[in-house]
């Protein structure tokens, strides 16, 4: 039994653990559907800030882009489910059934090819992951091969960002344009605007979550893991170690994006809708706040950071709509200088310690020491040396 403790509170499973029971029995016991939906969408966050964990606090890369995943994930789960919604019994009103709505809007007269993949599930859901981490590897492995990095690194990642918006926005007739993909309704024939589904959903969200969580924490145990802090920290002492430090922020920044794409199809999955306004500058800088705010080392605190940052912010603009910017400023700022290490550092700095006070034995009264030995008599001193092996006696000096 002891040694299945040490194991949960080496391997951070005890913590994993409180947040599944969180998020998968308390929060769905007192919350009603509306206000448990938007708990899915803050974890639907909760996947970008889990991947900034092992991309800023583990391998020391600052990505101020992450949106850019994040939102093609969410597009190419809306890609499916826009296609179903076009049949041509639905669409039979337009001038082109059978195609999406704002196709026929901006004139176009038949699908274009590179949409077609998406009339089938199982490979919208391998483009939902695989089309943001060949993006990711392109990015990367053209910038950290020519040791690209730091501050550098971070505005490119900003600028593809704009980038990505803004052709998103051009190109209206293949994406939507600044409305995005809208009006999704059903999936397989399943409608995921009832209350039904939108539990379902909440609770598939939360196990991909909390199983993306344990797989980061896998890695960070493993030699990998190691590694990477090691890359953090020492980059060149790693590199003369003969290990390709070029490829191992590769992989990091795969993995984040990997993370960011899953959790924005969720996120289309769960609110009905993407758009370019979760691509861009802006919600990839507030992605980064939610790392910093629960601990940019803390994987669980992560999660904690984003539903913090996201209740604050429907709380406040529900109840101060003329303030709740400046509230959400005063929220950051107050968090950061009272916790710089964010909620995670504040549990390892302060209600960690105060557990371990409150399960620490009392110490024991001190032991009475045994009276001295008393000095030996003039006798016992004068006596004679007692004889050696062989019956020889010892000689005095």
């Not at 029971?21 to 308390?26: A, D, G, N, P, W």
């Not at 599930?121 to 993006?135: F, K, W």
Request: net charge positive; hydrophobic share 55%; proline share 6%.
């Amino acid at each position: 039994m002891d040694a299945f403790k040490s194991w949960i509170a080496r391997s951070g499973t005890g913590s994993i653990l409180l947040l599944a029971l969180l998020i998968v029995v308390v929060f769905p016991l007192t919350m009603d559907i509306f206000r448990l939906n938007l708990v899915g969408k803050y974890l639907t966050y909760a996947f970008v800030a889990v991947g900034l964990v092992m991309l800023w606090g583990y391998g020391g890369i600052l990505s101020l882009g992450q949106g850019v995943f994040f939102g093609l994930g969410g597009y190419m789960m809306a890609m499916f489910l826009k296609l179903e919604a076009s049949d041509p019994e639905a669409t039979k009103i337009q001038s082109t059934p059978g195609i999406p709505d704002f196709m026929d809007w901006n004139q176009l007269t038949e699908l274009p090819l590179w949409w077609e993949p998406f009339r089938h599930l199982p490979l919208a859901l391998i483009a939902v992951v695989a089309v943001p981490m060949v993006l990711a590897f392109i990015i990367s492995f053209a910038m950290f091969k020519r040791r690209v990095g730091g501050v550098y690194f971070a505005i490119i990642t900003q600028a593809v960002a704009l980038i990505l918006t803004v052709l998103i926005i051009g190109q209206q007739g293949y994406t939507g344009g600044v409305n995005g993909i809208t009006d999704l309704r059903t999936l397989l024939g399943w409608d995921i605007r009832s209350d039904s589904a939108k539990y379902v959903l909440y609770f598939v969200n939360a196990g991909l979550l909390i199983g993306v969580i344990a797989l980061c924490r896998w890695i960070q145990m493993s030699k990998l893991g190691t590694l990477l802090l090691a890359m953090r920290d020492k980059e060149d002492r790693v590199r003369f170690s003969g290990y390709d430090v070029a490829m191992f922020k590769v992989f990091a920044f795969v993995l984040a994006a990997g993370i960011s794409a899953i959790g924005g199809a969720m996120f289309t999955l769960q609110v009905g809708f993407m758009s370019p306004s979760f691509v861009g500058i802006v919600p990839s800088i507030e992605m980064v706040i939610f790392a910093a705010v629960g601990g940019r080392m803390s994987l669980v605190g992560a999660v904690y950071g984003a539903l913090l940052v996201n209740f604050g912010k429907t709380y406040f603009s529900e109840s101060a709509p003329d303030l709740w910017l400046f509230l959400m400023a005063a929220l950051f700022i107050g968090v950061v200088l009272a916790f710089p290490n964010g909620l995670a550092g504040l549990y390892e700095s302060h209600v960690k310690p105060w557990f371990a006070r409150r399960k620490a034995p009392k110490a024991a009264p001190a032991a009475v020491e045994p009276p001295a030995a008393p000095p030996p008599s003039p006798s016992q001193k004068s006596a004679p040396p007692a004889a050696l092996p062989g019956g020889v006696q010892g000689q005095s000096a």
